[in-house]
């Protein structure tokens, strides 16, 4: 709920709403295609007063990022880099897969946040990766 404040504080300036023409240019920096720009924000501006306060944002992205990818679909992507099988990826392989087969692939500074949480002998155990990863959605 944190980050989600936070993201709505940096798109609106500080401000306690939100208009539509701010949202859908945030929201494209996402490469989100337009089409579905248009479906959140009628979703956000159900009223289509032109404004979104936090309360409106926080359901329609917490409902987006409920539908996004689960923890299922992130154990298979893991294995498809395990050619091993042994339960974990090279922290150069999940770079690799992170930045090529992201939709949108990860920046660099993303990238470093996330293999800062990785074991420091160079690999990922994916399900221990995994397992911090979800476990913190479900604490927000």
Known sequence: MQELQALFNLFSGGKPKLDRDTLKNALGKFNIRDARVEDMLKEADPSNDGSIDFM???QMMS???AKSVSEDDMREAFR???WKK???I???ELAEALTNFGKPPLTA???QEMLAVCE???QVHYELFLKN????????
């Open 90 to 92: 090279t922290t150069t």
């Open 80 to 82: 498809k880099f395990d």
């Open 109 to 111: 500074r993303e990238l």
């Open 56 to 58: 409106s944002f926080s």
């Open 63 to 65: 409902r987006k990022m």
């Open 120 to 122: 420091k002998d160079g």
């Open 133 to 140: 990863m979800f476990s913190k959605e479900t604490e927000q």
């Open 86 to 88: 042994s339960g974990q």
